[in-house]
Nanobody
């Protein structure tokens, strides 16, 4: 089970940190990812991290502003979002893949999903 939190309303240029807590004892066995879905758009890949935390992947246009990290001792994966823009407004979802490696950037490649947390960036 995944539980995401940390969303909210922020002005353009601001920062937010999303966190996703996972239940279970084998958290490090799962690659974790963040996706987002804006109104009227498809869910899109944002970032992912391998089970060990050693490999991180980002969608190109967000690289440098967003950072994904995980703490396998706390069963959490975070997404630090800086320099936020109105176009970052979306529902953000954390997801888990039953694989230690990130082999997919497609939503269909992930097996478990959190409930989503709303991020709204005002201009």
């Amino acid at each position: 089970q995944l539980q995401a939190c940390g969303g909210g309303l922020v002005q353009a240029g601001g920062s937010l940190r999303l966190s996703c807590a996972a239940s279970g004892r084998t958290f490090s066995s799962y690659a974790m990812a963040w996706f987002r879905q804006a109104p009227g758009k498809e869910r899109e890949f944002v970032a992912a991290v391998s089970g060990s935390g050693g490999r991180r992947y980002y969608v190109d246009f967000l690289k440098g502003r967003f950072t994904i990290s995980r703490d396998n001792t706390k069963n959490t994966v975070d997404l630090q979002m800086n320099s936020l823009k109105p176009e970052d407004t979306a529902i953000y979802y954390c997801a888990a893949r039953s694989d230690t490696e990130v082999r997919s950037r497609s939503a269909s490649g992930y097996d478990y999903w959190g409930q989503g947390t709303q991020v709204t960036v005002s201009s």
